[in-house]
């Protein structure tokens, strides 16, 4: 497992983002490149809170999907929570992350033989015993979250029109958002990802928190 310093770790998730890209026959965009490398200086740079937002269709969701499955790969110890505006969308974000696992080489040890917690809401890969939240877990953003605990929370895409075309709901959202401080590990890491839909965007915010 490579070294945990900043340098190598970054190191790791662009040969991780590399080697996925070699398996679908690609070469990894340069700005795919940077965005791998944001989201690895908020994971390890404190306070741990971030904000992506980036142009349509640049594949932000695509490359954050290779960073939650190369987290797992050098930290199968972390849990990971995944909100979205709706619970569909989050599952996608896990399903995408469940085909990497699948289908990355360097994952081959971590998919486990009794696929009991490997579905659309949920995944558990190979990991140290005494865990008892799912590796990935996926909710709609105002789902059942009372009692989970997460090492990173991926908030992506929580501000779409029906979340945030009132101010009712604008406050709605940010209030459910501030509940994510009692979810999170101590020394936990917290990501949004999205484009704004309304000039009163949660993101002016949230990501500082």
């Known amino acids: 497992m490579p070294q945990q310093t900043t340098t190598l770790t970054t190191s790791a998730f662009y040969s991780f983002l590399d080697e996925w890209n070699r398996v679908l026959g690609y070469k990894t965009p340069a700005h795919h490149r940077k965005i791998m490398a944001f989201l690895v200086e908020v994971l390890h740079g404190a306070p741990h809170r971030g904000l992506l937002m980036a142009f349509r269709h640049s594949g932000k969701s695509t490359v954050v999907g290779v960073f939650v499955a190369c987290v797992l790969y ?10 979205s505006a ?3 969308l989050a599952s996608r974000m896990v399903a995408h992350v469940r085909h990497i696992l699948e289908n990355h080489p360097w994952c081959t040890d971590m998919v486990p033989t009794n696929k009991k917690e490997w579905a659309s809401g949920r995944i558990t890969i190979n990991r140290p015993i005494g865990i008892r939240e799912p590796s990935v877990i996926c909710q709609g953003i105002h789902g059942n979250i009372t009692g989970m605990r997460a090492d990173l929370i991926i908030c992506d895409d929580i501000e779409v029109p029906n979340t945030t075309n009132t101010a009712q709901k604008r406050e709605s ?5 501030r509940e994510l401080d009692f979810i999170l590990s101590p020394a936990g ?8 839909h309304t000039h009163d965007t949660i993101y002016r915010t949230s990501a500082e928190d």
């Open 74 to 83: 050098l930290h199968p110890e972390y849990r990971i929570l995944v909100l």
């Open 173 to 177: 959202l940010r209030e459910r958002l």
């Open 86 to 88: 709706e619970n569909g």
């Open 189 to 196: 890491t917290m990501i949004y990802i999205g484009t704004p």
